[in-house]
């Protein structure tokens, strides 16, 4: 099997390339989310396209990138924390009158997509909090796997190996933050506040996420948990809690979403404390095992 940094420069390398003609259809048309979201999802399965096909070019075992459920209480977890995350970050908003909710300008374009015109503003927020939970969140699932197959799958297991926790997850986390920068730039991709307020926002949410993914990613094992967790958060967050706050001027946009700088600081207090635990990762022990059976298969 090929060294470290070969299989390292491969990853990138393919992971540019496969995402590219997504990038390009979101620059062009200034929407990186259009083709009613094809052009999201094309690029959210780069890299787990680039980590089979690295796998596959230096010889890795595809079945090292953590395919294994594990213990179920891990995925539990993985769905859970991000709807915690999302709702103290909200309710610390609403709290001091940052953002209100519901935001009924919301309510009534739902209540048309739902198709359900006699129901009250209450059953409308409910119920599609439980189809957003649900259906929602299997295809979700689904776009988001694409993405976790690369960082969590193959790239957090073969930066931890080399290089730790810490700077294995952070590492992992600035190759993650940067691969969204094409789009940040230069399409519509986390644009609802100047990019000099939004950048560093999501520079940390994203550091931040990597460090308690991959924690949890090499105590289970498995890189199910990642994708359940970017699933998780991108359907709250994004489907839910940011589309139906009720903004109280300019300020509202820079506190809310991942424009804004609550969620990273709440995600970066949760980090902090998920590192204090790092140590429980251990240096021998099952998750070592798994983690440095990820390259001798």
């Known amino acids: 099997m090929a060294g470290f940094k070969t299989r390292l420069w491969l990853f990138i390398g393919l992971t540019c390339l496969t995402t590219a003609p997504f990038w390009a259809l979101g620059i062009a048309t200034g929407d990186s989310a259009g083709g ?4 999201a999802v094309g690029s959210m399965w780069g890299p787990g396209i680039a980590a089979l096909l690295t796998c596959r070019i230096t010889g890795q075992s595809v079945s090292s990138l953590g395919w294994a459920w594990g213990r179920s209480r891990w995925q539990v977890l993985s769905y859970l924390w991000p709807l915690a995350i999302c709702c103290v970050t909200y309710g610390l908003v609403y709290a001091v009158g940052l953002g209100g909710f519901p935001n009924h300008e919301t309510v009534v374009a739902l ?36 993405e976790e197959i690369g960082w969590r799958g193959f790239l957090n297991p073969l930066l931890h190996e080399k290089l730790g926790f810490t700077r294995g997850a ?27 307020f939004s950048t ?14 991959s924690w949890i990613r090499m105590r289970s094992g498995s890189l199910w948990t990642g994708a359940i967790a970017h699933a998780s958060i991108n359907l709250f967050n994004q489907a839910f809690f940011a589309p139906l706050t009720v903004s109280r001027g300019p300020i509202t946009s820079y506190m809310i979403d991942e424009s804004g700088v609550v969620l990273p600081l709440v995600l970066l207090v949760t980090a902090v404390f998920v590192w204090s635990k790092r140590r429980s990762l251990g240096e021998t022990g099952p998750s070592a095992a798994r983690a440095k059976a990820a390259f001798t298969d």
Request: with cysteine; charged share 10%.
């Open 36 to 39: 009613k979201g094809a052009y």
């Open 111 to 146: 209540r048309k997509t739902l198709d359900w015109p006699s129901a009250g503003t209450w059953t409308i927020v409910c119920g599609w909090f439980v189809l957003l939970a649900t259906t929602g969140f299997v295809r979700g699932l689904a776009a988001s796997l694409g």
């Open 170 to 196: 952070l590492a992992t986390g600035i190759l993650w933050a940067v691969w969204h920068f094409p789009i940040m730039f230069f399409s519509n991709y986390d644009s609802a506040t100047p990019w000099w």
């Open 200 to 213: 560093p926002c999501f520079v940390v949410e994203v550091l931040s996420l990597a460090v308690i993914m």
